[in-house]
């Protein structure tokens, strides 16, 4: 067979997909772990979600919006305050019910939230790896 015959003949074998038995189990495998695998990744981002929210809404009510040097009127720099005050003791109640009002993330310096990223990372990595060598 010359290598012009044998090309298209190539083509023509590989041009349609043989049909397996257990094609329709081999579907309905691959939709279920896709199924499984996005209902883990909308739990973990909805996790991380409220996590990030209770420490931005915590962090933006720890703000002093009124400085001593400000040049506002003593009435509006006392509502001001009083506004700011009432605000912050509300939400640290709410976060002492939740057993969230000693989270303190100023504390750590830099390198230590590195480290903590990095191990954290580090063993989110090790456990998709296993996850992956346990599905094959």
Do not use: H, Y
């Not at 912050?88 to 009002?101: C, F």
């Amino acid at each position: 067979m010359s290598a012009d015959e044998f090309d298209p003949e190539i083509e023509r074998l590989f041009a349609r997909t043989p049909v397996m038995p257990d094609a329709a189990l081999f579907t309905a495998d691959v939709e279920r772990r896709l199924q499984k695998g996005s209902a883990v990744r909308s739990l973990a981002l909805t996790t991380a979600g409220l996590v990030g929210g209770v420490i931005a809404v915590r962090e933006a009510l720890t703000i002093n919006l009124v400085s001593d040097g400000a040049s506002a009127t003593g009435a509006v720099e006392q509502g001001l305050r009083s506004i700011s005050v009432n605000g912050q003791n509300a939400v640290m109640s709410g976060l002492d019910t939740a057993g969230l009002g000693g989270l303190d993330l100023s504390a750590m310096g830099g390198m230590q939230m590195f480290w903590i990223v990095a191990g954290g990372l580090i063993a989110l990595a090790a456990a998709g790896v296993m996850r992956l060598s346990q599905e094959v």
